[in-house]
């Protein structure tokens, strides 16, 4: 395996086993990556995925690990670079949505650790340790930092102040860590999807539906996975390089202010 290291990108795609990710792990298949999945279990939807990269002609690797557990990242990182070459591409996709969809008066500090750990604080160490390694050497391929954060990182909603809080904080996030490698070949961008149609909004979907058809969303339709896996290989591409820090809505013009 390690021979092959190097002749293809490789790209690591976190939360990879469904809905948004696995779009985005398709598109980076289809452009000629090899594909590192990670998430939490690997069951059924986990296999399907890994065929679905295969059958796009790409090596695949899934590491299960919960990204809220810091101890589990640098084996999960030495693995993947075992099994496929150093990372080109790191795309932090995992998230979960409130763990209680409710009163801000009512949310209990449990549950907002719960999301802060997987959203914000996982995903900030998780980066950490993988541009530590992609620094510790030169790369063959355009290299990027992609982390999907969320229209909830600047659109206030009361009723899941916890994942908007998460999304907001890694939006900060991301804009430290392009200042920290502007001087680097890492690009760092932030994708904000709308209203995306997965198992995550799969329960509000009647909800989603309504507003949508009363006028929510501007382009009057539902966001798709593959929205936003072409997005990403187009920003990972090396072409938006000194676009370094840009945020790039994928909404339909949802976040943009009207009257
Ligand atoms: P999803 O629930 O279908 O996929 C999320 C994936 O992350 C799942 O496979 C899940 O198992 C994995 N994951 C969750 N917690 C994890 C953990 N602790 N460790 C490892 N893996 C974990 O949701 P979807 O919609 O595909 O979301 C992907 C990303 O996009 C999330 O960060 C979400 O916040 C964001 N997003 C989604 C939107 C939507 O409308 N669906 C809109 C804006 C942002």
Not at 5 to 34: C, M, N, Q, S, Y
Not at 160 to 181: E, I, P
Not at 188 to 209: A, H, N, Q
Not at 241 to 257: E, K, Q
Request: glycine fraction near 10%; charged fraction near 20%.
């Amino acid at each position: 395996m390690t021979a092959e290291a190097g002749k293809r990108p490789v790209t690591l795609v976190t939360g990879g086993r469904r809905g948004i990710g696995l779009a985005i792990a398709e598109a980076f298949a289809a452009a000629g990556h090899d594909v590192a999945l990670t998430d939490i279990v690997r069951d059924d939807a986990a296999d399907a995925a890994i065929a679905r990269i295969e059958a796009l002609g790409a090596r695949a690797h899934f590491v299960a690990f919960d990204l809220a557990d810091l101890s589990a990242h640098e084996t999960a990182l030495a693995e993947i670079e075992a099994a496929l070459g150093p990372v080109d591409i790191l795309v932090n996709n995992a998230g979960i949505g409130a763990v209680v969809r409710g009163d801000l008066l009512e949310l209990l500090p449990e549950n907002f650790d719960t999301v802060l750990a997987v959203n914000l604080r996982g995903t900030l160490f998780f980066t950490q340790a993988a541009v530590k390694r992609m620094l510790a050497r030169r790369g063959l391929h355009p290299r990027a930092i992609l982390t999907v954060s969320s229209v909830s990182a600047a659109l206030a909603s009361p009723e899941r102040t916890d994942y908007c809080v998460s999304k907001a904080g890694l939006a900060m996030f991301v804009q430290n860590l392009a200042l920290r490698l502007a001087d680097t070949d890492i690009g760092v961008f932030e994708l904000r999807p709308g209203i995306i149609r997965t198992d995550m909004t799969v329960k509000v979907s009647e909800k989603y539906d309504r507003l949508i058809a009363d006028g929510l969303v501007p382009a009057g339709r539902w966001g798709e996975g593959a929205d936003i896996g072409r997005a990403a290989v187009a920003l990972a591409s090396g072409a938006f390089g000194f676009a370094t820090g840009t945020v790039v809505n994928l909404d339909g013009g949802l976040a943009i202010p009207r009257l």
